[in-house]
């Protein structure tokens, strides 16, 4: 997606409950929205789903090129797409 609009990667993490990663869901177990504060080896996502569990670093989602309906691929090959839980009245 090549339009100046798109949202990147940190825009999509927000608060984000849930991360489907490879076509799985994931609980959020820590998340950091990544700033100017934030170095390239900080932990930003931490995300566990029974006993699997994933840590990524901001240089790992640095990069992360978006391919439509809100997953983005990181350069390892990892497909992320993250999720919020509905509020209902």
């Not at 170095?39 to 930003?44: E, G, M, N, S």
């Not at 699997?52 to 901001?58: D, I, L, N």
Request: aromatic fraction near 8%; hydrophobic fraction near 40%; charge should be negative.
């Amino acid at each position: 997606m090549n339009s100046t609009h798109a949202m990147t990667l940190t825009d999509t993490m927000g608060k984000a409950d849930f991360v489907l990663i490879d076509g799985e869901i994931f609980e959020t177990e820590y998340l950091r929205v990544p700033d100017e504060d934030t170095l390239a080896d900080d932990v930003v996502l931490e995300a566990k789903n029974g006993r699997v569990e994933f840590a990524w670093t901001r240089a790992d989602l640095d990069g992360a090129e978006h391919l439509g309906e809100g997953v983005y691929q990181l350069a390892s090959g990892h497909q992320l797409r993250f999720l919020h839980s509905a509020t209902v009245h």
